[in-house]
Structures are given as C-alpha cells and as structure tokens.
C-alpha cells in the first residue's frame, strides 16, 4: 500500500483466488488500524479493523494480520470476485492522539479478473 | 439511516469563484471530517469537529479555506476564491465518539469539485 505517487500500486489476480494487500505503517505507537474499500466514485467503505492488542482478525471472506515487529499490516480477500474490485486503504490512529482522527494510506488498486 | 450526506455530488466552477459543500452526518454522530481527495496525494484530512467544534485544522490548505458546523447534523467546507489546483474529490465522514477510544468513520459519497 505505499505511494508511488501518481500511481497507486496494483494487485491483478483471477476471480475465486486469494488476494493479499499489504501496508506499512511507520508510527510504533498506533494501536488501532482499519482496511477501507473505495469502489470508484463512492467513498470509502469500513472492511474490518484490528488493535493493536492482537495480530489477527478474522470477518467474512476477509482476515487483517498486524506485525506489530515490522509495522506491517495485511488484507486477505478470499475467493476474490469482481465485485472485490475497488482502491483499499488501510488506516491508523495514533496512540494519545486525538480521539477519532486517522492516518490514511495512499491504497493499493485491486482488479479482478473474470 | 441514509448515511452521511454530502451536497453537491458534482460542482464546476470558475477560478475565483467562492465553493460551498455541504454535509449532512449521521444522526447521533459526535465527530465530523473532512477531507480531500487527488491522485498526488490521497486522503488528507482537511478538519474535524467534534460536538459541533473544530478540534484540529491543521491540514486546511490555506485561508482560503474554512469550515463551520453550526449545529450537529450541517457542516459546511467554504472555498473563496476557489484555485484550478483545490480540484479534487472532497468527503465528509462522520463516527460516534461518545469516549470510545476507538471509532469507525463512515464516509459520504463526495462532492468532485472541478475549478477551471
């Protein structure tokens, strides 16, 4: 999920695979991260979310892994489908931060293939 | 609920011209962001309020822009004189603090402001 400015990284794979998306993080004192999903011309949509407090969260079809060692966030998709295809950013907040603010990623374009 | 609301959905205008967006939050929702969306730069937080107050506007560009919440459920994003380089793809968010530590925004579906 890191920039590379103009642009966004981007993950190909076929319909009924398993798609992992990563992202790092840089600031060890986050404790709370979010996966969001951005179809195209809507707004970000809440996956799934984890603290820091665990390194695995499972949800439907989808599973958040947090190295807290590596500051390294995951999003599993299984049996990815087409209607999986969108930019997924992932998000964090800051220990003794404002309450409710959140960094965002620049995102990671997943495209399914039928 | 019909989620978070934001007026516009599309806007263009003409360099100079003063921009309003407007949005509309969850009911219930004590917080309220803005913020900007552009392919150079990704979402960057522009303000956020909570109960109706500005908590941090750090990432508001310059003073041509400004923001207010006068009540709970209305917020505005105001661009006088508006510049061909704020085109961008704005988003309200709102969540439900209330001391919860930690809180899900849920996003609108933006306003894509074009400035010629």
């Known amino acids: 999920g890191e920039s590379v400015g103009l642009h966004l990284p981007t993950l190909s794979v076929q319909e009924g695979d398993n798609s992992i998306i990563n992202c790092a993080y840089s600031n060890s004192a986050s404790d709370y991260f979010i996966w969001y999903k951005q179809e195209s011309g809507k707004g970000p949509q809440f996956i799934i979310d984890i603290r820091s407090n665990m390194d695995k969260r499972q949800g439907q079809r989808v599973t958040v892994l947090l190295n807290k060692t590596v500051k390294h966030l995951s999003l599993q998709i299984a049996a990815t489908q087409p209607g999986d295809s969108a930019v997924y950013f992932c998000a964090e907040n800051v220990y003794g931060g404002s309450q409710g603010n959140l960094i965002f990623g620049k995102g990671t374009k997943l495209s399914v293939k039928p | 609920d019909a989620g978070v609301i934001q007026s516009p959905r599309h806007e263009v205008t003409e360099m100079g011209q003063e921009v309003t967006l407007r949005c509309k939050p969850i009911s219930g929702h004590d917080y309220l962001f803005w913020y900007r969306q552009t392919m150079m730069r990704g979402l960057e937080l522009l303000i956020y309020?909570?109960?109706?107050?500005?908590?941090?506007d750090s990432g508001m560009p310059e003073d041509r822009f400004s923001a207010k919440m006068p009540n709970a459920s209305f917020s505005t994003l105001k661009i006088q004189p508006s510049e061909p380089r704020d085109s961008a793809v704005y988003f309200c968010a709102s969540s439900f603090g209330q001391g919860r530590r930690y809180n899900e925004q849920f996003f609108g579906p933006g306003t894509r402001l074009t400035v010629l």
């Open positions: 309020f909570n109960n109706n107050v500005p908590i941090d």
